[in-house]
């Protein structure tokens, strides 16, 4: 079996969850509070970060990077390619340059920009405190620090949205997992309503077209008990 | 020609200085404050990140995890391998794997838990301060982020010690990028004065080995006017 343990609204383990599904990869999921640096996820993954990722009787692989390239390197080797819909380093050396700059766009500048502070500051603090049956609330999110995030997110939501007028996929002409690391990061923050697509057309049909995918449902049915999404966030025609 | 953008102690780019050295390719370099956001090299870059490696008629690479994974794909179909003294992904694909995880863990983790806060608190300010022929003295480091940053780096360093003493290289037998990537930020640290070597026996050793390798040679001989680095930062036997 394998294995992906993952948090529910974490952009990394979307990613991954939306590779394992373009790659046709049936897993089984674990949930985990990362942030809580439970011992035996520790024990699992030193680093304490999600996603990790278990092939039984084969690999323990933590954190995207190493899943991703792992994934990606039986892809390069194996027949049967066209039964996959979405393969993640495609076209040529420089084409998956490319992907490979926007993958570390995504999942390092705009993760740090922007996903790790949204989710640090109004996702965390509330699951936690489901989970300790606490009935107060939260901490209320730093406005400071939201309105930093918001003013990044505009700049990143723009580079998407010229990414998505120059090109067919984020990439180049062919889908690859740069759109799902993209993807994954809008994903989290749309279900908190924190992206401002209206303004942004081009970014906003991309999305759509992702949004569509076979891969992308079971994230669109991911619910915060208490934190409901938007009603656009689970729309395919939003 | 092949030109890389780098600073001085920026970690990641003193990764790709040891990675072309090892592999033997001959490189220029031109160095860039990016902290300052220049717009000149946000044109080159626009996520205004270091290093960029560019390959005259070939390439244009943004960032360390782009610029690796493209010599790399050159170092696993060509000849001669063994003119080539370390190789960035070497082993099986469980190997690699591993590989990538540490890459993962010092680049990512290890860069923003350390060296990050430790290059904006003690080189930016003062480096920009010299390049605007400033008299003053900069801003002083804030005495609790270094408090954080320290008690976090003796975390890492523990850790590497731990994987020095299980392990010949950090990611398993043979040495890897992983090794070039905490080296890089060993280094820059070090050269602040910033690593407490005498508790860590087993990762000092793993140090010195590499430091002894004629790719990190100009990086021992780099200085900061105005911020000379602790006597023993050159010293092969230190």
Known sequence: MTRL?????CPLSRSIRLALG???????????RAWEWPASFLTLNPAGELPVLEIQGEALLCGVYSIVEYLAENELGEAGQERRRIRMFPGTRDERAEVR???????????????????AQKVHPQVSRLASLGTTAGPAPDPSVLRAVRANMRQHLAYIDFLSE???????????FADLAAASHLSCADYLGEVPWQNHPAAKAWYSRLKSRPSFRPLLA?????MAPPPHYADLDF
Chains 1, 2 share one sequence.
């Open 5 to 9: 343990t993952h948090f529910r609204l």
């Open 22 to 32: 373009e790659l046709d990869i049936a897993f089984e999921m674990v949930e985990e």
């Open 101 to 119: 700059r926007l993958v570390d766009w995504f999942h390092r500048k705009l993760d740090r920009e922007v996903s790790r502070e949204l989710m």
């Open 166 to 176: 120059q090109r067919r996929w984020l990439a180049g002409e062919a889908p690859s």
């Open 222 to 226: 991911d619910r915060i008990p208490g």
